[in-house]
């Protein structure tokens, strides 16, 4: 079965860090670019970053530049986003994704939290 | 970065009837990377539409997709009950990708 499953999530302190996980299971992830997606509560979808497949390319939305880090490990069949300087407004459900056409697998997502 | 506008932001439709959902993009969607996602309350998005208009893995054909530049469209050609849900457009052409507002269906 194609599927990737979130992890890592939890509640943290402004200013804080936090390292979510993806693991792809089912199909070769390292071909694929792989996405980070965040839907505030009772928000519309926000797409945060992608990375290639061997992870020489990375791209952020504006509001993360700086503060989060997305990287994969294929040895791992993994996707990571180191999240650093956590403010309030990245309080969401973030979903990992597939980027085979579209964003075509999808994760339950693993909600964070940033609360004093 | 590009900025896609969906319209409406509500439509109120009833089972059986046709569907017709836009988004607008501020500038051209390159080589039409331009998809179309479902989400329903509580869950994941799901893919429908890549390409502005090949159907994935799965989609009933009652879901289609149409469009190219700037402007394209969903279409869902008779209503199911469970069709009833919040539809977003995504463009991956240029980095960084964006998502659309989101335009809610709901049962008239």
């Known amino acids: 079965e194609v599927q990737v499953v979130e992890s890592g999530g939890g509640l943290v302190q402004p200013g804080g860090s936090l390292r979510l996980s993806c693991a792809a299971s089912?199909?070769?992830?390292?071909?694929?670019?792989m996405d980070w997606v965040r839907q505030a509560p009772g928000k519309g979808l926000e797409w945060v970053a992608n990375?290639?497949?061997?992870?020489?390319?990375?791209n952020y939305v504006d509001s993360v530049k700086g503060r989060f880090t997305i990287s994969r490990d294929n040895a791992k069949h993994s996707l990571y986003l180191q999240m650093n300087s956590l403010r309030a407004e990245d309080t969401a459900v973030y979903y990992c994704?597939?980027?085979?056409?579209?964003?075509?697998?999808w994760g339950q997502g693993t909600t964070v939290t940033v609360s004093s | 970065e590009i900025v896609l506008t969906q319209s409406p932001g509500t439509l109120s439709l009833s089972p059986g009837e046709r569907a017709t959902l836009s988004c607008r993009a501020s500038?051209?969607?390159?080589?039409?990377?331009l998809a179309w996602y479902q989400q329903k309350a509580d869950q994941a998005p799901r893919l429908l539409i890549y390409?502005?208009?090949s159907r994935a893995t799965g989609i009933p054909d009652r879901f289609s997709g149409s469009g190219s530049g700037t402007d394209f469209t969903l279409t869902i050609s008779r209503l199911e009950p469970e069709d009833f849900a919040v539809y977003y457009c995504?463009?991956?052409?240029?980095?960084?990708?964006?998502f659309g507002q989101g335009t809610k269906l709901e049962i008239k």
């Open positions: 994704a597939s980027e085979r056409s579209g964003l075509d697998v």
């Open positions: 089912g199909f070769t992830s390292s071909n694929f670019w």
């Open positions: 990375i290639n497949g061997d992870g020489s390319e990375k």
């Open positions: 500038q051209s969607v390159s080589r039409n990377r």
């Open positions: 390409g502005a208009s």
């Open positions: 995504q463009q991956y052409g240029s980095a960084p990708d964006t």
